[in-house]
């Protein structure tokens, strides 16, 4: 199965709000509720912040937020920190018991 | 604290094959829970390898694209399971990633190793 589609970057100063999207098909985003999103700085391994489209882990901030649309899912930094600049990639159950990552975005905090 | 640990050869030549293991602490991998892997090509996204279920038939799934050369496999007794990729080529030169699929609708992945890279390389 083909990436799922997510921008190259986005960017946004401290304190505002940065939106990511990652487009999928029926198949998988549209066809399920089961989208994680998951964190990596560089060097270091992926950190998950969303599953279930919209659920938060024990300890990931409330600033981090997920929906979801049609074939479209995606992830909300609110009141952006220094800390959030990093790697994001978005991951949707695809059917057939497999599953599919998206393409990633860099973050970057201006 | 669940905590999981890739180790394997960094180095495989071209055609030949690729075995990494993943061994799981702070959990008794018999238990159940889904496990999987996950790779990184140099500078790229994230590619989903395939995962197994640690428990009754250890059932495993796999990427499409990977399929007629990988096998996952459990090792209960040593609480590891393992991945092995045939007939290697550049392109499988990645960081390997192992993680666990959480609780619930165990759809996504809570816990990962810190990653080995692999090059394929004569």
Same mark, same amino acid.
């Given at each position: 199965q083909s990436a799922l589609t997510q921008p190259r970057s986005v960017s946004g100063s401290p304190g505002q709000s940065v939106t990511i999207s990652c487009t999928g098909t029926s198949t998988d985003i549209g066809g399920h509720n089961y989208v994680s999103w998951y964190q990596q700085h560089p060097g270091k391994a992926p950190k998950l912040m969303i599953y279930d489209v919209t659920?938060?882990?024990?300890?990931?901030?409330?600033?981090?937020?997920?929906?979801?649309?049609?074939?479209?899912?995606?992830?909300?930094?609110?009141?952006?920190?220094?800390?959030?600049e990093a790697d994001y990639y978005c991951c949707s159950y695809a059917g057939t018991l497999s599953y599919v990552f998206g393409s990633g975005t860099k973050v970057t905090v201006l | 604290?669940?905590?999981? %640990?890739?180790?394997?050869?960094?180095?495989?030549?071209?055609?030949?094959? /690729?075995? /990494?293991?993943?061994?799981?602490?702070?959990?008794?991998?018999?238990?159940?829970?889904?496990?999987?892997?996950?790779? %990184?090509?140099?500078?790229?996204?994230?590619?989903?390898?395939?995962? &197994?279920?640690?428990?009754?038939?250890?059932?495993?799934?796999?990427?499409?694209?990977?399929?007629?050369?990988?096998? &996952?496999?459990?090792?209960?007794?040593?609480?590891?399971?393992?991945?092995?990729?045939?007939?290697?080529?550049?392109?499988?030169?990645a960081i390997y990633y192992c993680a666990r699929y959480g609780t619930g609708s165990s759809t996504y992945l809570d816990y990962w190793g810190q990653g080995t890279l692999v090059t394929v390389s004569s």
């Open positions: 659920k938060r882990p024990s300890g990931v901030p409330d600033r981090f937020s997920g929906s979801k649309s049609g074939n479209t899912a995606s992830l909300t930094i609110s009141g952006l920190q220094a800390e959030d | 604290q669940v905590q999981l %640990q890739e180790s394997g050869p960094g180095l495989v030549k071209p055609s030949e094959t /690729l075995s /990494l293991t993943c061994t799981v602490s702070g959990y008794s991998i018999s238990s159940g829970y889904y496990w999987a892997w996950i790779r %990184q090509p140099p500078g790229e996204g994230l590619e989903w390898i395939g995962y &197994i279920y640690s428990s009754g038939k250890s059932k495993s799934y796999y990427n499409s694209s990977l399929k007629s050369r990988l096998t &996952i496999s459990v090792d209960m007794s040593k609480n590891q399971f393992s991945l092995t990729l045939f007939s290697v080529t550049a392109a499988d030169t």
